[in-house]
C-alpha cells in the first residue's frame, strides 16, 4: 500500500466504518430495539442486574455507544431503560456518558474525514459564508448549548454540523455532556416508572418530552443562551 493510500484509508476508515455499520444495523436491529422487546425481558434483564450488575453496567454502556457512533434506531428505548435497570441517578448519569462518548466518536470520524476538506472549500467560497463561519467559532460554546438543549434538533445533525465547520473537540465534548443532561433527565424519569407501565402492558409514552411543562423551560434556556450570540452573529459589520 503506498503512503498516499494509506493516508486516505487512515483519513476516512473510521468515517466509512461509520457509514456502514450504519446502514447495516439500520437492517438488521431496527426490530429489535424496542419497547416491546424489553417488556418481554423484562425479568431477565433484572435478574441479569441483579446477578451481575458490573457487566449489565458494561454491556449497558457498551450497547448504547454502539447505537449512538452508528446512528441507529433506538437510543430514546435505550435511555428509557437505563432508567429501568439503574435508577434516576445512576442512569442519568450512564446515559450522558454513553450518549457523549458515541457524540464525539461521530465528530470525529467525521472531523478526521471531512472536516478539514470542507473548512477548506468554505474558506475559498469566502464572503459571508466564511464570515458566518469565523463567527460561530467564537460562539461555539453558546451555539452548541442552544442547539443541544432544544430537542427538536436531531442529536446526530449537531455531530456532524460541528465537525464540518471546525469546532474544537473540548468545546464539543463540553456542551455536549452539559448540554443533553435536560433531556437524559427526563427521559431516565421515564424509565424508572417503566414497571407499573409494563404491568399494564401498555407502551411507555415518550411524548412527555414534548410537553409545555418540558419542552417550554428548554426553548426558554436554549433562547436564553443562543438568541443574544445569534444577534451578536449576524449584526457582525464584516457579516
Known amino acids: 500500500m503506498s503512503r498516499k493510500s494509506f493516508h486516505r484509508l487512515k483519513q ?5 466504518l461509520l457509514i456502514a455499520g450504519a446502514l447495516i444495523g439500520a437492517m438488521l436491529l431496527g426490530d429489535y430495539i424496542t419497547f416491546e422487546t424489553v417488556q418481554r425481558n423484562r425479568q431477565n434483564l433484572i435478574t ?7 457487566w449489565t453496567v ?4 457498551s450497547i448504547y455507544i454502539l447505537i449512538v457512533s452508528f446512528s441507529l434506531p433506538g437510543a430514546s428505548v435505550t435511555s428509557i431503560t437505563g432508567g429501568f435497570l439503574f435508577g434516576l441517578v445512576l442512569g442519568t448519569v450512564l446515559n450522558v456518558l454513553a450518549a457523549s462518548i458515541g457524540a464525539i466518536a461521530i465528530f470525529l470520524a467525521v472531523k478526521i474525514g471531512l472536516g478539514k476538506f470542507v473548512t477548506q472549500k468554505i474558506d475559498q467560497f469566502g464572503g459571508r459564508i466564511t ?7 467564537e460562539n461555539e460554546i453558546s451555539v452548541l ?14 455531530n456532524i454540523i460541528a465537525a464540518l465547520v471546525g469546532v474544537r473537540l473540548k468545546n464539543f465534548a463540553f456542551t455536549t455532556i452539559l448540554g443533553i443532561i435536560p433531556g437524559a433527565l427526563v427521559f431516565t424519569w421515564i ?19 414534548w410537553s409545555p411543562q418540558v419542552l417550554g423551560p428548554l426553548v426558554g434556556l436554549a433562547l436564553l443562551l443562543g438568541v443574544p ?3 451578536r452573529i449576524f ?4 457579516y
Do not use: C, H, W, Y
Not at 48 to 54: P, S, V
Not at 131 to 137: G, K, Y
Open 145 to 158: 448549548l442552544m442547539l443541544r438543549l432544544l430537542p427538536i434538533v436531531p442529536f446526530f445533525a449537531v
Open 12 to 16: 476516512f476508515g473510521p468515517l466509512l
Open 235 to 238: 449584526r457582525s459589520k464584516e
Open 131 to 137: 464570515v458566518l463561519r469565523e463567527r460561530l467559532l
Open 229 to 231: 450570540t445569534l444577534i
Open 58 to 61: 458494561v454491556g449497558f454502556l
Open 191 to 209: 424509565g424508572v416508572g417503566i414497571g407499573d407501565v409494563f404491568d399494564q402492558s401498555a407502551t411507555p409514552d415518550i411524548s412527555l418530552i
Open 48 to 54: 441479569f442486574r441483579d446477578e451481575n450488575f458490573g
